[in-house]
Structures are given as C-alpha cells and as structure tokens.
C-alpha cells in the first residue's frame, strides 16, 4: 500500500463518552476515516501511525444528518466511521496530545 494514501485514511479520532466507554471494555478506538477507505488500508494507517499492532477493524457508513437553514433543508456530508481493535498490550492515548 502506498504511504501517502495511508498517511490520508485516517482524518482523526472521536472522543465521545460512547467511545470512551468502547475504549476501556473493549479496547476498540473510533476514527473518523475517508469515506473509500477500506479495512485493509484503516489497519495499515492505524499501524502506521501509532505503532501498535491491529486485531480488526469494523466500519460504519454515517448517513449525513438534515439540518435547516432558515426555511430551506439541507443536508451534511455522509461520512464513515471504523472500530478498531488493538491486540493485547497496546494501547493509543490521546490524553497526552490534548495536555500540550
């Protein structure tokens, strides 16, 4: 796989209360991904960029929320989401990131 695509699948993590709670029973982080990512590239970023090593990966396709403006609908970007899940003995914090 090519770096520069992997280096651009991941777009970010989501720290919700959700996926904290995710994090601490089933060792499973959420990231924000592109949306043609595949499993196989999200495990290869996510390696990548923290270097642990990646059990599995699960995707979701977020359909986009429809908000109004004014009197007019409209409708946000449709986005997906991945469950990862980390071997035994690894672990990502962001807590330290958000410190600095």
């Known amino acids: 796989m090519n770096q520069e695509r992997l280096m651009k699948v991941v777009l970010g993590p989501i720290i919700t209360e959700k996926a904290q709670i995710m ?6 982080i959420a990231f924000k991904v592109l949306p043609t ?3 196989r590239e999200i495990k290869g970023a ?3 960029l923290f270097k642990v090593k990646v059990k599995s990966v699960c995707t979701i ?11 007019h609908p409209t409708k ?10 980390l071997e035994e003995g690894h672990d990502i914090s962001f807590a330290g990131a ?3």
Request: glycine letters at 6%; aromatic letters at 6%; a positive charge.
């Open 61 to 71: 396709n977020q359909k986009g929320k429809v908000k109004r403006k004014g009197q």
């Open 23 to 28: 994090a601490d029973k089933r060792r499973q």
């Open 98 to 100: 958000e410190a600095s």
């Open 37 to 39: 990512a595949t499993k």
């Open 46 to 48: 996510v390696e990548l």
């Open 76 to 85: 946000l970007q449709d986005w997906k989401k991945a469950y990862v899940a």
